[in-house]
């Protein structure tokens, strides 16, 4: 259970992160430098943020170092991270789902899914010692 609700935790503060340097990216990276550039830029920061916010909550939480609770921490927040962005490109953007989805296969598009899965892998990456 506790890794389910670090997995949340961890999600949410990732998205608020990821929502503020993302407003960034679109509102003054893109029309300055284009997509690719503006996403080379921003993937750091966000990944920076991830690797932080994950040890911070496999802390609090206490998620044991075994592979199962960190893969569900992982596997959650991703989830979580792909609905959230499919529900706000359909409202918010108005971008139906077979959009959003072809927006993989252009390079920015690309480096933003790698840059999740990497999100979601962190947990099992994090070299933390977790103790009671």
Sequence with gaps: MNALL???AYFAS??????L??????LILE????PLAAVLI???FIL?????LCGYWVCRFTVPAETAPRLLMGFSAFGLLLLAEFILGEYG???SLSEQLSAYKETPGALGLA???LFGLFPLFQARIVEK
């Design 42 to 44: 921003e993937t750091p």
């Design 48 to 52: 920076t943020a991830s690797w932080l």
């Design 6 to 8: 670090a997995g949340v």
């Design 14 to 19: 990732v998205f608020a992160v990821g929502f």
């Design 31 to 34: 029309p300055a430098l284009g």
């Design 93 to 95: 953007f108005g971008r």
């Design 21 to 26: 340097l993302g407003s960034l990216r679109v």
């Design 115 to 117: 840059g999740q899965i």
